[in-house]
């Protein structure tokens, strides 16, 4: 298990095997699902079989959890990895426990994917998109750097687009 990003209360890292019910679970409750894809359980697991697979390309661009840096919780998911709308564009994004809303964790999570995507990875754009009645992520997106450029067709719907270029 590799650590991608770590700040003092998060740790961004690849998921271990035995960590596929995290995500599955993470995707029942209702709330989180409100702006995001809807998937079966299904459906997860062949993303967390994908994500697992991908850590083997070394590329260090993929999907991985968002654990609590002192206790280890389970905070959630985020990606930074060619988009599966556009794979031309690297793609931030992220799903947290509702538990963990409103408490600044997004807006840290995509600072440091933002810096990790630039320093070490050495990408020159990152891209994102959020439900339109998605208010607080877009304002996390605009708190990380990256700014609004119109609409995008992603994921099947057309949705406000965010970009930050190095």
Known sequence: MQIIVQTPRIIIREFMPEEEVLLVNLYKDERVNQYVTRRTDEETRQKFAEALADYNKGSGLGRWGIFGATDHDFIGVCILKPADSDPAHIELGYVLAQKYWGMGIATELAKALVAYGFEQKGL??????????????????LKAGLVRDGNVFWHGHDLP???IIK
């Open 124 to 141: 020159t754009e990152i891209c994102a998109c959020t439900d339109a009645e998605n208010v607080a992520s877009q304002n996390v997106l």
């Open 161 to 163: 687009f965010f970009r």
